[in-house]
């Protein structure tokens, strides 16, 4: 387990104590898997909060062709650790939620 997988998990802990157990359960997965695939492209972030809107684009390009259901998925995911774990103002960059071309 990195450094960036532990982070996130400890920050998970409340949050997966908390609410729909199976919906909390799915998101922290989705989570995990951002963290994992931005740190597969980018082997030098070693901590979560080295993440930046640079990573986050570079992902949203990577799972262009993902189903529209998974990418809100990763959407709300995304935004969670943007907003609640980074303790970030602004918006997480984001796909084009209008964009049919799947």
């Not at 998990?9 to 409340?14: G, M, R, V």
Request: hydrophobic content about 30%; charged content about 30%.
């Amino acid at each position: 387990m990195t450094k960036m997988e532990l982070e996130l998990k400890q920050a998970l802990h409340l949050y997966q104590r908390t609410g729909g157990k199976k919906n909390r359960k799915n998101q922290a997965e989705k989570m995990l898997s951002f963290c994992r695939d931005i740190q597969r492209h980018d082997p030098k972030l070693k901590s979560i909060g080295q993440i930046g809107r640079k990573h986050v684009s570079g992902f949203w390009r990577r799972k262009a062709c993902l189903a529209s259901s998974t990418k809100l998925a990763y959407l709300y995911a995304i935004d969670y650790i943007w907003k609640i774990i980074l303790k970030r103002h602004s918006s997480p960059p984001h796909y084009d939620i209008a964009d049919n071309s799947n």
